[in-house]
């Protein structure tokens, strides 16, 4: 099956809020849950939500206010179990 695309808005606005050190992470998350057969993670230009924190989107959903203290508990509770559900 092809991967599908977890997207990380490397915008100037995610950027200026520490997009740089929640990409590290998010790396290492998707390695430890072992999600990449699953998805490849992409950058992107601005997602248009500068003013909710740090975003990202997978299908048609939207992660918002990521920051670098919060990605691990965002990637377990949000971003991995929508990666997970079955495509429709
Ligand atoms: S720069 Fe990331 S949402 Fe605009």
Do not use: W
């Not at 072992?34 to 993670?41: A, C, K, N, T």
């Not at 248009?48 to 990637?75: H, V, W, Y």
């Amino acid at each position: 099956m092809a991967k599908e695309h977890l997207i990380l808005c490397m915008g100037s606005a995610c950027h200026q809020l520490g997009v740089y050190e929640v990409l590290p992470k998010l790396q290492a998350l998707m390695r430890d849950y072992q999600l990449e057969d699953q998805v490849v993670l992409k950058g992107s230009f601005c997602l248009e939500t500068c003013s909710d924190g740090i975003t990202m989107k997978f299908r048609d959903r939207l992660f918002l206010n990521i920051n670098p203290q919060n990605i691990e508990a965002k990637f377990v509770e949000e971003i991995l179990p929508a990666v997970q559900a079955e495509r429709v």
